[in-house]
């Protein structure tokens, strides 16, 4: 059974529709990406997921007792707010210190418990967010672009944290990338969102794909390039250039 | 012991900065801090209301008060910054609340004292109201906590955890409503937003979590209602603003502490 469902989903903001019948759905383990550029509806379709934005038409059907756990785009602390990040961690309903040990252990941040909230890292903050969203033992994680403001190093090593939760708990992972090489390397599945989904499948599908082109360009043939040079896996891409990721973007 | 007027001034100032306390912080948390002075000029349009209907004035200023809570509630998140809206809506609901006072033929009331309130007038009947709305708004809050503090740090999150931030926000302006019409009487419009604003401001360099916050808001509004009083009633100043002050110089103190502290 699907973790989530999403079937022919539309949202709209006033008279602009940013999603219009999209469909889609996660199995339990795998790791799906989206990509699209920016106004795409990316963040709408996961905010439609936890039911922040009510759906014009379609619906999402989350499997029965399927925990969801959400990482945001961003989170701004108020200076004025002075809260821990164990107090963090404790809302709304209260979880015990041994499980909030565990989660930001699992996230990669085991040292930050008592640190306050608006004095940490940007890679430290999302760590803590990653901890937050792993607390309830989620089936299913979703990350929108949990890795802006991050340097490359940062953003790598915020993946791997990613992929090693995945590996220990097995949950699925649906998230936001911009980072098109990180995409390719580490998804089961990309999405290509625009308004509507433009193609999906394997990352090696959809990067040859014309939609996908059209959006993005040649430059991520650079991405899948870099990807397989990564994985050894000795395709025939000499006649690329190996551009630089970001160029892509 | 009731029969003092200082005792029953005293506990009317605690009564508020009890209520004022821990919404106080939500609204600098929040960024709202125009809130209280919005609902509160609101609450001048129900006094006059009410000395035409002759009713209570408590009534009408809480009646204006929760319309007043329900109107940003529902106009928020729709095109309009929330300072805006407060903005608007504060200064139309004084004006149109000074326009309704001038039809008022034969009746003259002294506006000032909603201005400024009278908190040496208070009467046992006042201190229950207070007391009574304090509770109640105490109540709420401590019944919503983890709730509205997961709203206030980010909607989404919210969302992902069961919490509708609308409903949340709502609470808040119905405490919020409900604060200022019980202490219009007491502190009069100008000062309710002080005492919401200043004691939190001052309680946020003290300390490392939300609920510290609160506590140490309380505790300095409480004393500030105390040393405000007693420096009044020493000087020959008024009182209500006498507390502020010392509520402000609390503010001064702490602020100060932090410059000699590593930041926490």
């Known amino acids: 059974m699907s973790l989530v469902q999403v079937e022919d989903l539309s949202v709209r903001y006033g008279?602009?529709?940013?999603?219009?019948?999209?469909?889609?759905?996660?199995?339990?383990?795998?790791?799906?990406?989206?990509?699209?550029?920016?106004?795409?509806?990316?963040?709408?379709?996961?905010?439609?997921?936890?039911?922040?934005?009510?759906?014009?038409?379609?619906?999402?059907i989350q499997g029965s007792g399927v925990k969801i756990g959400y990482v945001p785009q961003k989170l701004h602390i108020d200076e004025t707010l002075p809260i821990t990040v164990s107090r963090?961690?404790?809302?709304?309903?209260?979880?015990?210190?041994?499980?909030?040990?565990?989660?930001?252990?699992?996230?990669?941040?085991?040292?930050?418990a008592k640190a306050q909230l608006s004095q940490l890292s940007g890679g430290q903050f999302q760590r803590v967010l990653l901890a937050r969203a792993l607390i309830g033992k989620p089936d299913l994680l979703l990350l929108d672009e949990a890795t802006q403001g991050l340097d490359q190093r940062g953003s790598a090593s915020f993946y791997q944290q990613i992929e090693h939760v995945r590996q220990d708990t097995g949950c699925a992972v649906l998230m936001i990338s911009h980072e098109l090489h990180v995409v390719m390397s580490a998804s089961d599945r990309v999405i290509c969102l625009n308004g509507h989904v433009c193609c999906e499948g394997t990352p090696a599908v959809v990067a040859s794909?014309?939609?996908?082109?059209?959006l993005f360009g040649?430059?991520?043939?650079?991405?899948?390039?870099?990807?397989?040079?990564?994985?050894?896996?000795?395709?025939?891409?000499?006649?690329?250039?190996?551009?630089?990721?970001?160029?892509?973007? | 012991m009731l029969d003092d007027f200082m005792v029953r001034a005293a506990l009317?100032?605690?009564?508020?900065?009890?209520?004022?306390?821990?919404?106080?912080?939500?609204?600098?948390?929040?960024?709202?801090?125009?809130?209280?002075?919005?609902?509160?000029?609101?609450?001048?349009?129900?006094?006059?209301?009410?000395l035409a209907f002759s009713m209570s004035i408590f009534v009408g200023a809480m009646a204006v008060a929760l319309l007043m809570a329900l109107t940003v509630n529902i106009l928020s998140g729709r095109g309009y910054a929330m300072d805006t809206l407060l903005g608007v809506l504060a200064h139309s609901a004084l004006a149109f609340g000074l326009v309704a006072v001038s039809f008022l033929s034969g009746v003259r009331i002294d506006l000032m004292a909603y201005l400024f309130g009278d908190i040496l007038a208070v009467s046992r009947v006042d201190l229950s109201v207070i007391w009574g709305g304090a509770a109640l708004v105490v109540a709420l809050i401590g019944w919503r906590w983890s709730a509205l503090?997961?709203?206030?740090?980010?909607?989404?999150?919210?969302?992902?955890?069961?919490?509708?931030p609308k409903r949340e926000q709502l609470v808040l302006t119905l405490a919020l409503a409900i604060t200022v019409a019980v202490a219009i009487k007491v502190v009069g419009v100008l000062l309710i937003a002080a005492l919401l604003i200043i004691p939190a401001a001052a309680a946020r360099?003290?300390?490392?979590?939300?609920?510290?916050?609160?506590?140490?808001?309380g505790v300095i509004g409480m004393l500030s209602a105390i040393v405000g009083l007693r420096a009044a009633y020493a000087l020959d100043t008024p009182a209500g603003p006498s507390i502020v002050c010392v509520a402000a110089l609390t503010f001064l103190a702490t602020s100060v502490l932090r410059?000699?502290?590593p930041q926490q």
């Open chain 2, 149 to 164: 503090l997961t709203s206030t740090l980010n909607e989404d999150l919210a969302h992902a955890s069961g919490i509708d």
């Open chain 2, 205 to 217: 360099p003290l300390s490392r979590t939300p609920e510290g916050m609160a506590i140490a808001a």
């Open chain 1, 88 to 112: 963090f961690l404790k809302l709304p309903a209260g979880v015990s210190a041994t499980e909030i040990g565990r989660a930001l252990t699992q996230a990669g941040a085991p040292d930050l």
């Open chain 2, 259 to 261: 410059g000699f502290r």
């Open chain 1, 209 to 214: 794909a014309p939609e996908y082109r059209a």
């Open chain 1, 218 to 249: 040649t430059g991520t043939g650079g991405a899948l390039a870099l990807y397989r040079h990564e994985h050894d896996h000795g395709h025939d891409h000499g006649d690329h250039d190996h551009d630089h990721p970001e160029a892509a973007e």
């Open chain 2, 12 to 50: 009317a100032g605690i009564g508020v900065a009890f209520a004022a306390a821990p919404l106080g912080c939500f609204v600098v948390w929040r960024r709202m801090a125009y809130f209280g002075d919005a609902t509160a000029h609101a609450a001048i349009l129900g006094v006059a209301l009410s």
């Open chain 1, 15 to 60: 008279a602009s529709t940013v999603l219009s019948g999209v469909s889609l759905r996660v199995e339990p383990g795998e790791i799906v990406t989206i990509v699209g550029p920016n106004g795409s509806g990316k963040t709408s379709l996961l905010r439609a997921i936890i039911g922040a934005v009510k759906p014009a038409q379609g619906h999402v």
